[in-house]
């Protein structure tokens, strides 16, 4: 089970209106809307999305990593190894 588990609704109403920002940013680029207000609203969509992300890496420290610990030391350097990398690609993007 997934460490989101427990708050898998609040993720998905989260991306529901992330997916919903986007069809608007969609929207002001078909209505010519001026620059500045589109890039706006794209840096809006890329916060809630970084929020999401932080959100699901919390909670898979609090659950996978600390679970994986808890079976010892392979498997919690397999989990802390994939919590790493999921970090490294946060900070790049």
């Given amino acids: 089970m997934p ?3 427990g708050t898998k609704e609040d993720y998905q109403k989260r991306l529901r209106r ?3 920002q986007v069809r608007g940013l969609q929207r ?3 209505e010519d809307t001026y620059c500045i ?3 706006t609203q ?3 969509v890329t916060k809630a999305l970084q929020a999401v992300s ?3 890496l919390e ?3 609090s659950h996978c990593v ?3 610990a808890r079976q010892g030391d392979d498997e919690a350097r397999i989990k802390i190894a994939e919590a790493a990398d999921a970090i490294a690609r946060l900070v790049r993007s």
């Fill in 42 to 44: 794209v840096a809006a």
């Fill in 37 to 39: 207000d589109v890039l």
């Fill in 18 to 20: 992330i997916e919903g």
């Fill in 66 to 68: 600390v679970e994986a």
């Fill in 59 to 61: 909670d898979h420290m």
């Fill in 28 to 30: 002001m680029v078909d």
């Fill in 3 to 5: 460490g989101y588990a």
């Fill in 54 to 56: 932080l959100g699901l």
